[in-house]
């Protein structure tokens, strides 16, 4: 068994066109570019947990079925602010969802991709 688990975690998504979604995240969302791979960018979301974003092909399709991003935020209401200031079509207001213990939104990125904006009751993780 090694020492430790692992460095980081990275998540993949892909894209059709690809501009319009490094963008969305590095313009829109404000994520710092951390890595450029040319048809793919690895954006730093918090710690060592990193969102990429990489050119679609026949290996690697877009699929956005059964995918949600959650962004974890202290400030759910100036996420929702900012990004309605963006004109992103946002789910409605946050919404308290005592079952989960979460206030949170939803909004899809440029690719139909589902992200949630959320602050969870008791402190994370």
Same mark, same amino acid.
């Not at 079925?65 to 079509?89: F, N």
């Given at each position: 068994?090694?020492?430790?688990?692992?460095?980081?975690?990275?998540?993949?998504?892909? $894209?059709?066109? &690809?501009?319009?979604?490094?963008?969305?995240?590095?313009?829109?969302? +404000?994520? &710092?570019? #951390?890595?450029?791979?040319?048809?793919?960018?690895?954006? #730093?979301? #918090?710690?060592?947990?990193?969102?990429?974003? !990489?050119?679609? +092909?026949?290996?690697?399709? $877009?699929?956005?079925?059964?995918? !949600?991003?959650?962004?974890?935020?202290?400030?759910?209401? *100036?996420?929702? *602010?900012?990004? *309605?200031?963006?004109?992103?079509?946002?789910?409605?207001?946050?919404?308290?969802? &005592?079952?989960?213990?979460?206030?949170? @939104? @939803?909004?899809?990125? &440029?690719?139909?991709? /589902? /992200?949630?904006?959320?602050? @969870?009751?008791?402190?994370?993780?």
């Amino acid at each position: 068994m090694p020492e430790k688990a692992f460095d980081a975690l990275v998540t993949f998504i892909y $894209s059709p066109r &690809p501009e319009r979604s490094w963008h969305f995240y590095g313009e829109i969302l +404000g994520l &710092p570019l #951390a890595r450029d791979e040319g048809d793919a960018r690895i954006y #730093a979301v #918090a710690g060592n947990g990193y969102l990429g974003v !990489c050119r679609a +092909g026949p290996e690697r399709p $877009s699929v956005s079925a059964g995918i !949600c991003l959650s962004l974890v935020t202290d400030d759910v209401a *100036a996420w929702h *602010a900012r990004l *309605a200031a963006a004109g992103i079509t946002l789910s409605g207001p946050p919404q308290h969802l &005592p079952g989960f213990g979460v206030t949170s @939104f @939803f909004f899809h990125d &440029p690719d139909g991709h /589902l /992200l949630e904006v959320q602050r @969870f009751d008791a402190p994370f993780p």
